[in-house]
């Protein structure tokens, strides 16, 4: 069965976000990114091929090896898809912090 994965699904787990955060860096093997966490190898696994399958990490193999590593494309689509947000929220705190900055002159 091939399920297809979603992006924000994926990174709404904590386990995945926190392997996205160590294959930032560098690039790592599955078991160098297991040997972070207290669960299961297999469950780190299974982790990483859902962030492969959503190809916000990429796989390549040296020699015996496969080593992870982030998808800088990937990645900054999820973030144009999230800066409109960010925006719109720094928008509203400016003008908070101007309507806030008035009261308090007025003070």
Known sequence: MNLRRDVFQAIADPTRRAILLLVATQSMTAGAIAANFDSARPTVSKHIQILAECELLEAEQSGREIYYHLNPNKMKQVAD??????????DRFNKLESVMKTYKDRK
């Open 81 to 90: 898809f999230i800066e409109p947000f960010r925006k719109m929220w720094d």
